[in-house]
Nanobody, 129 residues
Framework: QEQLVESGGGSVQPGGSLKLSCVASGLSFRAYSVGWFRQAPGQEREGVAVIRSDGMIKYYADSVKGRFTISQDNAKNTLYLQMNSLKPEDTAMYYC??????????????????????WGQGTQVTVSS
């Protein structure tokens, strides 16, 4: 059974950093596109960063480019999201997600939550002074 379990969330001051982790079981990153999504209260879920199944192509939302870095460790079947220079608007529940589909489409496709069918339970990130 495919499962994703996130960890690493917490509370941090603006300008601070956090590193999220997502451990996968029942699936291989080599066959899935995997990524991070977030949802703030009253807002729709949005894509943050995704790695395609080839492990080479990465997609980022404009709002996090230059501040967040997505990476994966295939040996540990673990996905990471390093978040630096955090802002209050980054406050949200962060989810890890996976999809067996990994077409050669662009950012809009890969950051669309509707394209992902395997989800973790989420980890809360709060950025506040």
């Amino acid at each position: 059974q495919e499962q994703l379990v996130e960890s690493g969330g917490g509370s941090v001051q603006p300008g601070g950093s956090l590193k999220l982790s997502c451990v996968a079981s029942g699936l291989s990153f080599r066959a899935y596109s995997v990524g991070w999504f977030r949802q703030a209260p009253g807002q729709e879920r949005e894509g943050v960063a995704v790695i395609r199944s080839d492990g080479m192509i990465k997609y980022y939302a404009d709002s996090v480019k230059g501040r967040f870095t997505i990476s994966q460790d295939n040996a540990k079947n673990t996905l990471y999201l390093q978040m630096n220079s955090l802002k209050p608007e980054d406050t949200a529940m962060y989810y890890c997600a996976a999809s067996p589909r990994s077409p050669a489409y662009g950012t809009l496709y890969h950051l669309n939550p509707d394209k992902y069918n395997i989800w973790g339970q989420g980890t809360q990130v709060t950025v506040s002074s």
